[in-house]
């Protein structure tokens, strides 16, 4: 197959999906589609008109992808705002296309940003974000995974793992990134939750309810952030708190403790205390000792150092921090604070800045430059 022929065609097809009203973005993903298709059909059955073909199937692609967004907004309006307490409504098929996507010849990340995009509606930018990798590297990643399914049969849905693993990053992104999708994550992990009986489903469903209770607290007026120790704790959800509570209490007496359990038991000793000063610290360390053992994340380890800061003081904290990579997401923020916490104020202000620079998004970015603009103005001169 010509390759230089399908790149050449590329930006025109592009350009004729786009003057038929396309947008960009979604132009560019269904030209990608089509190329897809073009490298899985065209050795057997190479088309008399390439162009017109890769326009036909890209319309198509588009069309269809428009169809499917439709259908998920559809779905979306009928979920309120907050996600309701009590058993899961009826099931409708959005839970089955999070099995689908989680197919079994997909590796979890794939299979994770197949989803995000193919079902969360994400756009591939976001999906990007959400992963710290550039937008090229993540349209590649969704093209193979595309490229992989295109060929197998879907009688083989993905397991539970990987259907909670995209379901938690789901909720992540909803809670954090531009498109709101904390509640209809929460809403699926409920009907997850109402035909699977796993203390991992009820696990993530808890830490999920326990996370979006403290949502109305996390920003102030002006879309600012507000660390956990400076919210306002009466703004909290106080029933879904007492849910959350209640699905974790009955996962835990299982005993099968899993990644999502010691990560919402975390959720709850922070929802628990009155005040950020009674926070029980020393709890906290311990689940993160067996969060640590069950997934050896170094992302787990850097919020350990955090709580043992907390806990048995800012120089135990950085003492955990020097064990750590310190290219990890947030290790220059932790730092930072870290610093603050034993007096080093001038350390602290330039370790700030730095993490401004590395911030994954605007929001945290500003966090972080007026914190070091706060030190930078008690430092003695």
Known sequence: MNEALLRSLTPNVLGILVRRGADFAAAEDAVQDALIEAVRVWPADPPRDAKGWLVTVAWRKFLDATRADTARRRREDLVEEEPAPGPAPAADDTLQLYFLCAHPSLTPSSAVALTL???????????????????????????????????????????????????????????????????????????????????????????????????AARTAPDGSLV?????????????????????????????????????AAIAALHADAPT????????????????????????????????????????????????????????????????????????AARLYAEAAQKAPNLAERNHLTRQAARLNTRRPR
Do not use: C
Not at 228 to 254: F, K, M, Y
Not at 283 to 308: F, S
């Open 276 to 347: 950020a000063e009674e926070t029980d610290w020393v709890q906290i360390v311990e689940w993160y000792d067996e969060l640590a053992g069950l997934t050896d994340n170094p992302v787990v380890r850097l919020n350990r150092a955090v709580a043992v800061g907390e806990a048995d003081g800012p120089r135990a904290g950085l003492a955990a921090l020097a064990a750590l990579d310190d290219s990890l997401p947030r290790h220059t923020a932790v730092a930072a604070y870290l610093h603050e916490r034993d007096g080093d104020l001038t350390t």
């Open 117 to 215: 995009r193919a079902v969360g509606g994400l756009t591939t930018r976001q999906i990007a974000q959400a992963y710290l990798v550039p937008e090229a590297t993540m349209a590649q990643r969704i093209s193979r995974a595309k490229r992989t399914v295109s060929d197998v049969r879907f009688d083989q849905p993905g397991d539970v793992a990987t259907v909670l693993r995209v379901l938690y990053l789901v909720f992540n992104e909803g809670y954090s990134g531009d498109v709101d999708l904390a509640a209809e994550a929460i809403r699926l992990t409920r009907q997850l939750a109402a035909v699977i009986d796993h203390p991992e489903v009820a696990g993530l469903l808890a830490l999920m309810l326990l996370h979006h209770a403290r949502r």
């Open 227 to 263: 660390p956990l120790a400076d919210q306002d704790r009466g703004r909290w959800d106080t029933p879904s708190i007492a849910e959350g509570v209640e699905i974790l209490q009955a996962a835990l007496a299982r005993d099968r403790l899993g990644e999502f359990q010691a990560q």
